[in-house]
């Protein structure tokens, strides 16, 4: 895919690994809507783009707002003239079971995860159809490959994005609009301190798991962006962004149910 001069548009592009997708597209002469809720990280994401030549639109928002999603495309297209590739970026976390965790931070969590990139899907699909060539690129997790304990939510909400993916992929073969899904592995992003926990965890709990996961996270979202990007210009349909996220989704491919017998002492926090 040649992706000089065309545009796309990023959710979660006021930092981590949507601030580094945005700027890799940039660095390839890619103009630019960002999509955060974050103001201030928006801002830098935006004035970085604009250093390395992009044409760049903001637009502040929570990805669940169904009017704010729905008049985007719009907007993008007035401001930009056209969309050739969307990324669905925008993502939460959430620590605990499935008994920990209370029902409203569980569709907090599915609204953001899941529902937001289906619903960013439906609204821009007839405008990348417009394009010669466009592309879709939804990131989930490498847990939406293996499922650990603690992450029901987070795990079911990725799993849905990879599914999705995967579906509409196959609906759009032979159209000008693919499809690629993603999944990172330990990419030092906020994620982890961000994370919302469930309110009857002892706050000593949670900081020890949020610092034991946040040791997991090693890959710097740069390094994890050109990864993206790349595989966008060449059309991939799956990537495995890390050394751990190719292991583990090797380990899961040979052992579909055993796996957790194996993973489960790295992955407990």
């Given at each position: 895919m040649q992706l000089r001069g065309r545009v796309a548009v990023v959710t979660g592009a006021g930092g981590g690994i949507g601030r580094a997708i945005a700027l890799a597209l940039a660095r390839r002469g890619v103009h630019l809507a960002l999509?955060?809720?974050?103001?201030?990280?928006?801002?830098?994401?935006?004035?970085?783009a604009a250093a390395l030549g992009a044409r760049t639109v903001v637009h502040r928002?929570?990805?669940?707002?169904?009017?704010?999603?729905?008049?985007?495309?719009?907007?993008?297209?007035?401001?930009?003239?056209?969309?050739?590739?969307?990324?669905?970026?925008?993502?939460?976390?959430?620590?605990?079971?499935?008994?920990?965790?209370?029902?409203?931070d569980f569709d907090w969590l599915m609204a953001i995860n899941f529902d937001a990139v289906v619903r960013m899907t439906r609204a821009f699909l007839p405008l990348l159809q417009t394009s010669d060539d466009a592309r879709i690129v939804n990131v989930s997790s490498i847990y939406g490959i293996v499922a650990p304990a603690?992450?029901?939510?987070?795990?079911?909400?990725?799993f849905a994005v990879?599914?999705?993916?995967?579906?509409l992929r196959h609906e759009l073969d032979g159209s000008r609009v693919g499809v690629t899904v993603v999944h990172p592995g330990g990419v030092a992003t906020a994620i982890a301190r961000s994370a919302r926990a469930p309110p009857d965890v002892p706050a000593e709990e949670v900081e020890r798991r949020r610092a034991a996961a946040d040791k997991k996270l090693r890959m710097a979202p740069d390094r994890a962006g050109e990864i993206i990007v790349r595989a966008?210009?060449?059309?991939?349909?799956?990537?495995?962004?890390?050394?751990?996220?190719?292991?583990?989704?090797?380990?899961?491919r040979f052992a579909p149910v055993g796996y957790w017998r194996v993973l489960r002492r790295a992955f407990e926090l």
């Open positions: 999509v955060d809720v974050d103001a201030e990280g928006l801002a830098g994401a935006a004035e970085a928002f929570d990805v669940t707002d169904r009017d704010a999603v729905a008049g985007l495309p719009e907007q993008v297209r007035l401001a930009l003239g056209r969309v050739d590739l969307l990324v669905n970026n925008a993502g939460v976390a959430l620590g605990g079971t499935f008994e920990q965790v209370r029902a409203d603690g992450q029901t939510a987070y795990a079911a909400s990725k990879r599914g999705f993916s995967n579906a966008v210009e060449r059309r991939r349909a799956r990537v495995l962004v890390g050394g751990d996220a190719v292991v583990v989704a090797l380990l899961e």
